[in-house]
């Protein structure tokens, strides 16, 4: 038996196609992949908002007004970034500045403060909620002012130490980052790859789609004994393959996957095996040639993986939400979970239950082929 798994391996390695979709290419598209994304985060870093504050001596309360912009930051407690780098000048200079584009956009002051922009963006929607909440603070603290004069001193006291009422937190020590998500899908997909070994074993030892098949089906050597060498010889190819996949995302890309190690590679175990078994399955039940094996895999691991969210990462959480029984048919979003909730969260409980459904579909995969392949006679060879 040793012989035959070892005769198998020579044979699969020399597997050009498989080989490829094993090997190469998860690794081209994971490169891909960090060139689009890695500089996401970068890309959006935010830069202090340049504007224009039109002089005037009408407006009152003018020096307030430049110091509350002036000490606007992006953090509340103090260390985040100036939001505001204000230029004072006159309304001529503030309009050529707007022609120049070395300003977002110029503010004359008054009651209602009017912020002049020649095209819409997130800074000058940045500039115009901050306008709208220093002029409704403003109105509730003249109010308050006029209606109730011994309560002043504690408003004033109270809009001068803003207070967070919502704080960030997170289920483990490491902060989400949908951004991995791509990643896991591609491993997940990866993974998923190893149905078209699966389904090569399958057609291997069938007598009535190959002329090896018919050879296996009369040498004196019982099928499901071959069955197992083939399966088990698959199954370490393409595990290999997917072993050096994650060492290029660790090593190479930098990519996350948390802290233990053993279960991000017993995850990429199973999940091999699940491809696999899953390829053996429709190998068996599947009654037409291996072209229309491979097309039916193709349609399933892709589409599993675009709900998965490889091609778009809200799919994922869209899924979730609109259909969540499907998540858990998926087998690139149990791959793809198990990964993240290994990242994200400290129980767990949510990875054991991703491993335990993928191992339950693994034995059903494995069970229908058996019975398929039992089963299956032939008159003639």
């Known amino acids: 038996m040793i012989r035959l798994y070892l005769t198998r391996l020579k044979i699969l390695g020399r597997d050009r196609a498989n080989v490829f979709w094993t090997f190469l290419f998860p690794i081209i598209l ?12 970068n890309t959006e870093s935010f830069h202090t908002i340049e504007v224009a504050l039109v002089e005037s001596d009408d407006y009152q309360y003018l020096e307030e007004f430049k110091s509350s912009m002036l000490e606007a930051k992006t953090s509340t407690n103090g260390d985040g ?27 004359q002051p008054g009651d209602p403060m009017n912020l002049v922009v020649k095209s819409s963006g997130i800074k000058q929607t940045i500039a115009k909620s901050f306008l709208e909440s220093y002029s409704q ?79 296996i089906n009369i040498a004196p050597i019982h099928k499901m ?19 050096l996949l994650l060492a290029y995302l660790i ?7 948390g802290n233990d190690l053993l279960y991000v590679i017993l995850t990429c175990l199973v999940a091999c095996t699940f491809g696999i078994t899953l390829g053996a399955m429709v190998g068996t039940l599947a009654k037409k040639s291996a072209h229309f094996k491979d097309s039916i895999l193709t349609a ?3 589409f599993s993986s675009f709900l998965a969210g490889l091609m778009i990462v809200d799919m994922k959480y869209l899924v979730t939400k609109k259909t969540p029984f499907l998540q858990y048919l998926n087998p690139a979003h149990l791959v793809t979970d198990a990964f993240y909730s290994l990242y994200y969260y400290e129980s ?23 019975i398929a392949v039992r089963r299956r006679k032939y008159e003639s060879l």
């Open 30 to 41: 994971a490169t891909l992949f960090n060139l689009a994304l890695g500089n996401l985060y």
């Open 81 to 107: 970034i100036n939001l505001f780098k204000l230029t004072e000048c006159d309304l001529d200079e503030a309009k050529s500045l707007l022609n120049d584009n070395k300003i977002i956009g110029y503010i």
């Open 137 to 215: 603070t403003l109105n509730t603290v003249e109010s308050i002012g006029t209606l109730q004069p011994q309560s002043y001193s504690k408003v004033l006291e109270d809009i001068s130490k803003p207070m967070d009422y919502i704080s960030l937190g997170s289920m483990g020590e490491n902060p989400p980052d949908v951004i991995l998500n791509y990643f896991y899908a591609l491993i997940a997909m990866a993974c998923l790859f190893g149905s078209y070994w699966g389904v090569k074993e399958i057609i291997t030892i069938q007598g009535d789609l190959s002329l090896k098949g018919a050879r």
């Open 225 to 243: 004994k071959m069955l197992l060498c083939n399966i088990s010889a698959a199954l370490t190819i393409h595990f290999i393959g997917i072993l």
């Open 251 to 257: 090593l190479g890309l930098k990519v996350s996957f």
């Open 300 to 302: 399933i691991v892709m």
């Open 348 to 370: 767990n409980s949510r990875f054991i239950m991703n491993i335990a459904l993928m191992l339950c579909y693994t034995f059903l995969f494995s069970f229908i082929a058996y």
